[in-house]
């Protein structure tokens, strides 16, 4: 039943057509030359036919063969396009959060990025991960630095307000049942020059996922993701990138309205 399987897959996929049809055809003439059914003259006609047929998905094969040659070699003489791994959006990022047991946030005010992922924190918090975010501090002049890089440099105060926003979601995702303990909040003076979101940072498994901040433009941040066996180097170089944020954030406290300290 496998190969049937297989064979259906591939049928509703559209792929290795010229193959299924080569065999049927084949299948069919055979049949016909045993039976006597058609002539000769058919039966040479349908066989060039095939013939023809294969060569053709030959051919195919070997212009995906020659692509993904060139493409390797491109590759290989840092040739690639940035298309290639630069992107609008984090693919997978809930999914990916569901599964981690360690995360890590960096952001100016992440608002956007808590809103979509505080269920899940919860979630993921009450179940013993530990959740680490750092973000600009309302109460300094970041607000004033992230509205300067932006392309409304005279509103600071929508910057406070979304800080606003996302540190109420901190708050309560720190206090929820279960979740005390598990959630640390640092604030930055400084706006930091990346966003970044690492998932188990410490485990082969793990990623982290990089927003190139855009300065004065509202055309969207690039994205870009590195994985531990494939970018090694990088991928060292962005966790050790937030552990030197990290340090420099002022731990959230009863000052800035959470109940308890959120250090971990």
Avoid: C
């Avoid at 000769?40 to 051919?59: E, I, P, S, Y």
């Avoid at 082969?204 to 509202?218: C, K, L």
Wanted: glycine letters at 10%.
């Amino acid at each position: 039943m496998r190969p049937l399987r297989r064979i259906r897959a591939d049928l509703l996929a559209g792929q290795n057509l010229e193959i299924y049809t080569t065999a049927l055809l084949s299948l069919v003439l055979a049949v016909l030359g045993v039976l006597g059914t058609v002539g000769g003259d058919v039966l040479a006609a349908a066989t060039l036919a095939t013939l023809a047929l294969l060569a053709g998905g030959m051919l195919g094969s070997r212009r995906q063969v020659a692509e993904l040659t060139a493409e390797l070699r491109a590759r290989g003489k840092g040739e690639l396009s940035v298309e290639d791994f630069l992107g609008k959006g984090k693919a997978d990022l809930l999914e990916h959060v569901r599964a981690a047991q360690d995360i890590r946030i960096v952001g100016v005010t992440l608002s956007r990025t808590l809103r979509d992922l505080v269920d899940e924190l919860q979630r993921k918090a009450r179940a013993g991960a530990v959740v680490k975010v750092a973000l600009i501090d309302p109460a300094g002049s970041a607000a004033e630095e992230a509205a300067r890089r932006s392309t409304i440099p005279d509103r600071a105060g929508m910057y406070r307000n979304r800080l606003r926003s996302s540190v109420d979601l901190l708050r309560e995702l720190a206090e929820k049942p279960g979740a005390q303990g598990r959630v640390e909040v640092r604030f930055l003076d400084f706006v930091p020059a990346f966003g970044l979101v690492l998932l188990d940072p410490l485990r082969p498994g793990g990623r982290i996922h990089v927003d190139i901040y855009s300065h004065s433009s509202a055309s969207g941040d690039a994205v870009f993701t590195v994985l531990p066996r494939r970018d090694g180097e990088w991928f060292d170089h962005f966790r050790t990138e937030f552990d030197s944020v990290w340090e420099q954030g002022r731990p959230a406290g009863a000052a800035d309205g959470f109940a308890v300290t959120t250090a971990v």
